[in-house]
């Protein structure tokens, strides 16, 4: 079964930059696109990259995400932290049967 | 504007269904698949499955195979999601979400808590 994996929990400070890794379990995680979405509590998921690097209209250019085949794996980049980023991020992509698979979430906490 | 919104809380006895909805608006309903996904309080997000509402064609996560139904009524917009022989862990919020092309999620029902217990 195809997996991605999370970090459980990163924190940073304000106006800081922080990178999110997603690693695949097997094949090449370049395959198939990966999207990322954030999560506040009590709230649905909202698209903050979808295409591996594309940012969805409103999203702001301190999110970019990328793959690095190398390591078989997808980042999410937030550059210039800001309180209002805390909040669970999900990567997501898809399995050779196109099976939708989520990662299990990392925390990022803005202190 | 698009949006979609989904049914209201259930509480089921094991072994019982339950049949959520998704209402959508703002947009040609038939033009994008729907796609399910729960989230267990505490825990993280769950691919359930995806109907396409033009052509009624579905596909399950292995996981839900045999327990998901997913199907649509295209005269009022609405998708529905029902999963049967239900247990304790199956209790979760529950979201339609609306997939462009065959990626990315742009909009989210609001969910729908699902909660099963004797």
């Known amino acids: 079964n195809f997996m991605l994996t999370q970090p459980h929990s990163v924190s940073e400070s304000p106006g800081k930059t922080v990178t999110i890794s997603c690693t695949g379990s097997?094949?090449?995680?370049?395959?198939?696109?990966v999207q990322w979405y954030q999560q506040r509590p009590g709230s649905a998921p909202t698209t903050v990259i979808y295409?591996?690097?594309?940012?969805p209209s409103g999203v702001p250019d301190r999110f970019s995400g990328s793959i690095d085949s190398s390591s078989n794996s997808a980042s999410l980049t937030i550059s210039g932290l800001k309180t209002e980023d805390e909040a669970d991020y999900y990567c997501?992509?898809?399995?050779?049967?196109?099976?939708?698979?989520f990662g299990g979430g990392t925390k990022l906490t803005v202190l | 504007q698009v949006q979609l919104v989904q049914s209201g809380a259930e509480v089921k006895k094991p072994g019982a269904s339950v049949k959520v909805s998704c209402k959508a608006s703002?947009?040609?309903?038939?033009?994008?698949?729907i796609n399910w996904v729960r989230q267990a309080t505490g825990q993280g997000l769950e691919w359930m499955g995806w109907?396409?509402?033009?052509?009624?064609?579905?596909g399950y996560a292995q996981k839900f195979q045999g327990r998901v139904t997913m199907t649509r009524n295209t005269s009022i917009s609405t998708a529905y999601m029902e999963l049967s022989s239900l247990r304790s862990e199956d209790t979760a919020v529950y979201y339609c979400?609306?997939?462009?092309?065959?990626?990315?999620?742009?909009?989210w029902g609001q969910g729908t808590l699902v909660t099963v217990s004797s």
């Open positions: 109907m396409n509402p033009n052509s009624g064609n579905t």
């Open positions: 703002g947009y040609t309903f038939t033009s994008y698949d």
């Open positions: 097997s094949g090449s995680i370049a395959s198939n696109y």
């Open positions: 979400a609306r997939r462009v092309g065959a990626t990315w999620f742009d909009y």
């Open positions: 997501q992509s898809y399995d050779s049967s196109n099976q939708g698979v």
């Open positions: 295409e591996d690097n594309q940012r």
